[in-house]
């Protein structure tokens, strides 16, 4: 039982040191009321075609939850926190010294911010979607136009909202796992969101169009939030859970490197 111990102890640990961080509630509010207000500008601006043909093939569920690219930037900032602050005021030292099994260290961290990013995109998700139920139909989205407004027990919606919660648990864990790394706050918050919104920008400059695909197809945040999509599975560049499974693999790649180079450097 002594291992389990040593992990509960861990956790508790991190969680009183995020708790205690005035930025800690501010950053989760920033990913929830970002993809909520998001939600709100997107679908209460929107309007359906006076020409449009019944069904039209505006994915609703999608940009409800189009939030996500914005907000994820709060769960990044207090990834990356979690892991550098420590490193700033040299208490990663103390740490250690009362917790010498810096694997259990190690879990504590990446255990307590994936959770407080999966809370975060819970809220976030489930008010952009009761957000978008509540504003589509003023906007002509009615079923007498084709369109339920968001049906919020479709298989679709559920698939959708479970993979956004799912897609800011693992971007909390690819970011603690560069921090373990780097070690410097702005260091890995430049590296992390280079590889979030690098390659989609990199492909709006590319011409030929299977290098377009290609790069959107291995971009962690475009393959991760293939799963968003509901409708027009054609133009996505990637299967939905195949996108999941690839940032899942980088967030796993960078978590093991920023573990090994935790657990045998120097603090």
Known sequence: ???????????????????????????????????????????????????????????????????????QAGVVILAVLAVTAEYGTRTIKPTLTAMPRRWAVLIGKLGVVTGLALAAGVVGTAGSVLVAHATLPGRGFTPANGYPAIPLLDDLTRRACVG??????????????????????????????ALLFASPLLAQFV??????????????????????????????????????????????????VGGLAFRLRDA
Request: a positive charge; glycine letters at 10%; proline letters at 3%.
């Open 207 to 256: 011409s030929d169009t299977r290098w377009q695909h290609r790069i959107h197809r291995f971009s962690p945040m475009d393959a991760g939030l293939a799963i968003q999509a509901t409708r027009d599975f054609a133009t996505i560049h990637i299967g939905q859970w195949a996108g999941v499974g690839l940032l899942a693999a980088y967030a796993a790649g960078a978590a093991l």
């Open 1 to 71: 039982m002594r291992p389990v111990t040593e992990i509960g102890r861990a956790v508790h640990a991190e969680w009183t040191k995020l708790r205690t961080l005035q930025s800690t509630p501010w950053l989760l509010l920033l990913t929830a009321g970002s993809m909520i207000t998001m939600s709100l500008a997107v679908t209460g601006t929107l309007r359906l075609p006076d020409d449009c043909t019944t069904p039209c093939f505006e994915d609703t569920v999608k940009l409800s939850l189009l939030g996500v690219r914005l907000g």
């Open 164 to 193: 956004t919660v799912l897609y800011l648990g693992l971007v909390a864990l690819l970011s603690a796992g560069v921090a373990l790394l780097v070690r410097d706050t702005g260091g890995a918050l430049t590296v992390v969101l």
